[in-house]
């Protein structure tokens, strides 16, 4: 809790907090939203083209939004530390910020086990996908779709700023 204190009371932290301006919390919420639209659209895009929900077109093309959604990623380390510390004693002892980091991390696993073991395949493109490319689809979506519901949990469940 003291190291949580201390992050609090950095002087970055007490701008984002405490700063009228758009620029320090509203503006890093906002970015956070399209970092997010990044990574679980990209990962979205990709995982329905594997599951056959998107429209008939060749999926290895589609490996040129991983650049984009690491990006997005990155954009969404940047910001989600930043919102983190403005309350870090309050955020750091709600659960549901961990569940959301949890699903957040088994996202990234999956895009880059996708990446590794899906869009390897000379013949991706070739005849049926595979099953186990669907279930690596299936997951990633699932991941995804659990980050973002607990990530907006977190304003209204367990330890909340401002109340």
């Given amino acids: 809790m003291e190291f949580l204190g201390w992050l609090e009371s950095l002087s970055y932290s007490v701008w984002v907090r405490e700063s009228p301006s758009l620029w320090a919390f509203p503006a890093l ?38 650049p984009v959604m690491w990006f997005g990623f990155a954009i969404n380390l940047f910001t989600g530390v930043s919102i983190f510390l403005k309350d870090a004693t309050i955020y750091g002892r709600n659960f549901d910020l961990y569940v959301k980091l949890f699903f957040v991390i088994a996202g990234v696993v999956l895009l880059s086990i996708i990446r590794k073991r899906v869009f390897s395949d000379p013949n991706l493109d070739n005849g049926p996908v595979p099953g186990r490319a669907k279930m690596l689809a299936w997951a990633s979506l699932a991941c995804w779709f659990c980050a973002i519901v607990t990530g907006r949990l977190i304003a209204y469940v367990g330890p909340v700023p401002g109340l």
Avoid at 46 to 66: D, F, H, Q, V
């Fill in 29 to 66: 919420l906002f970015v956070h939203t399209l970092g997010m639209s990044l990574v679980a659209g990209g990962a979205a895009v990709i995982s329905m083209a594997l599951l056959g929900l998107w429209p008939k077109t060749a999926i290895k093309p589609l490996e040129r939004l991983y």
